[in-house]
């Protein structure tokens, strides 16, 4: 396994981290759940990534029950808050009142004294910006959160985060966790150079497309039984990524991935990392083989001509 600084930050994350949307406390049963995390934790990943929405906070139980044998200190805890948790008119968003309470929520279910990476799950632009970060800076003085970071917040919103935390003296954002893959690539335009820029690190979600890039899926083809795309509780993600046109390149880029001698998840877990700016990729095993495959793209290096295959199957233009 590789580790990597979290932008600017002292702290050091696996560059494949463990995720547990759609998967820990619902399609996952809990006994093998807990086995995969502890699985995930012994073969080198430290970064375990959770929300208090995931499954209304079953995915954080989960994930503190299997966390709970190992030393706090060998391990990065991140959870969000943002969403929904309740049907009441402050049962959500970024006021104070919502992030203080759904903290200490959250270190209930997780078991534990502090969340090392605590995130805005979304931008709420019903709440004023200070009131948000003052929170957050809160918490880090109270100890309950070591760093804090957000989650496909735009260019512009970090920036204004970033300039009013130093206005302020405000502990400043030091992760952002927003949607990359070699499917969905807005945030090269601008945000990953202003994250580069101040130190921001990038811990990445859905890298294999909702198992779209793996090549499970296939033009013409009946979706796999078992599969997400079957699931109805989170097929509504996948969206246009089953299109014929989409999974005819996905079947190019899994001939192309087998040539390098790869497999076409590694592949594309590979060219994530491929980015200085990305800390982590986090990834959502289901079963113990498919953990070990995405495990064992940690320190793959991609060659340039393997790069420029994907933009040309893609049509991926990076001057555009």
């Known amino acids: 396994?590789?580790?990597?600084?979290?932008?600017?930050?002292?702290?050091?994350?696996?560059?494949?981290?463990?995720?547990?949307?759609?998967?820990?406390?619902?399609?996952?049963?809990?006994?093998?759940?807990?086995a995969l995390v502890?699985?995930?934790y012994e073969k080198g990943v430290n970064f375990f990534d959770t929300a208090n929405v995931y499954h209304r906070g079953t995915a954080e139980e989960v994930v503190g029950e299997a966390l709970?044998?190992?030393?706090?200190?060998s391990y990065v805890l991140a959870t969000k808050v943002f969403f929904p948790m309740g049907d009441g008119p402050n049962d959500r968003g970024l006021s104070r009142k919502h992030i203080m309470e759904q903290c200490h929520r959250s270190?209930?279910?997780?078991?534990?004294?502090?969340?090392?990476?605590?995130?805005c799950h979304r931008y709420d632009p019903e709440t004023p910006l200070d009131e948000t970060l003052r929170a957050l800076d809160d918490l880090i003085t109270q100890g309950k959160v070591l760093y804090v970071g957000v989650s496909q917040w735009s260019a512009v919103q970090i920036a204004d985060a970033l300039r009013l935390a130093e206005r302020l003296n405000l502990d400043p954002i030091v992760s952002n966790q927003p949607l990359y893959n070699i499917l969905h690539r807005d945030i090269e335009r601008d945000v990953l150079p202003l994250c580069a820029r101040e130190g921001?690190?990038?811990?990445?979600?859905?890298?294999?497309?909702?198992?779209?890039?793996t090549g499970k899926y296939r033009p013409g083809q009946p979706l796999p039984p078992g599969s997400r795309a079957t699931?109805?509780?989170?097929?509504?993600?996948?969206g246009r990524l089953l299109t014929d046109e989409v999974?005819?390149?996905?079947?190019?880029?899994?001939?192309?991935?087998r040539e390098a001698g790869l497999t076409p998840a590694q592949m594309a877990l590979a060219w994530v990392l491929r980015r200085p700016e990305v800390t982590s990729a986090i990834i959502g095993a289901t079963r113990p083989?498919?953990?070990?495959?995405?495990?064992?793209a940690a320190g793959v290096r991609l060659s340039d001509e393997v790069v420029q295959a994907i933009d040309r199957i893609t049509g991926f233009a990076p001057d555009a």
């Open 1 to 34: 396994m590789e580790y990597r600084r979290l932008g600017r930050s002292g702290v050091k994350l696996s560059t494949i981290g463990l995720g547990s949307w759609l998967t820990y406390g619902a399609s996952v049963d809990r006994a093998r759940s807990v």
């Open 38 to 40: 502890q699985s995930a």
């Open 68 to 73: 709970r044998p190992f030393p706090r200190d």
């Open 107 to 119: 270190l209930k279910r997780l078991g534990t004294d502090y969340i090392d990476l605590y995130q």
């Open 200 to 213: 921001i690190g990038q811990v990445v979600y859905s890298p294999l497309a909702q198992g779209v890039l």
């Open 231 to 238: 699931d109805p509780s989170s097929n509504m993600f996948m």
């Open 247 to 257: 999974l005819s390149k996905v079947e190019r880029l899994a001939q192309l991935a």
């Open 289 to 296: 083989e498919q953990l070990d495959e995405n495990l064992a």
